[in-house]
Nanobody, 123 residues
């Protein structure tokens, strides 16, 4: 059974930085792609960033391009999201996900999800 556990969320002021981590356990395949999604109160879940199994090819939402960086350490079975220049509109619960066959930002393509970690950005 694939399990994902996120950490690294917290409260920061606008302009600050955070790094989210997602540790995966259980059977996974090198072909699996990985992603970060977020969901703000009253809003639909949206894709933030995605990468392939090697962490070489990436895809970002326009709203985070140039500010967020997705990366993957296969030796540590860990997915990261480095977030810079945070804005109040980045406030959301952030989820990591895996199992998709492409580095896409469509939630329905990912069968495995973590429980989420809260990120709050104050102005």
């Amino acid at each position: 059974q694939v399990q994902l556990v996120e950490s690294g969320g917290g409260s920061v002021q606008a302009g600050g930085s955070l790094r989210l981590s997602c540790v995966v356990s259980g059977p996974t395949y090198s072909s699996y792609c990985w992603a970060w999604f977020r969901q703000a109160p009253g809003k639909e879940r949206e894709g933030v960033a995605a990468t392939d199994g090697d962490g070489l090819r990436t895809n970002y939402a326009d709203s985070v391009k140039g500010r967020f960086t997705i990366s993957k350490d296969n030796a540590k079975n860990t997915l990261y999201l480095q977030m810079e220049s945070l804005k109040p509109e980045d406030t959301a619960i952030y989820y990591c996900a895996t199992g998709a066959m492409g580095w896409v930002l469509f939630a329905e393509e990912y069968p495995y999800w973590g429980q989420g970690t809260q990120v709050t950005v104050s102005s």
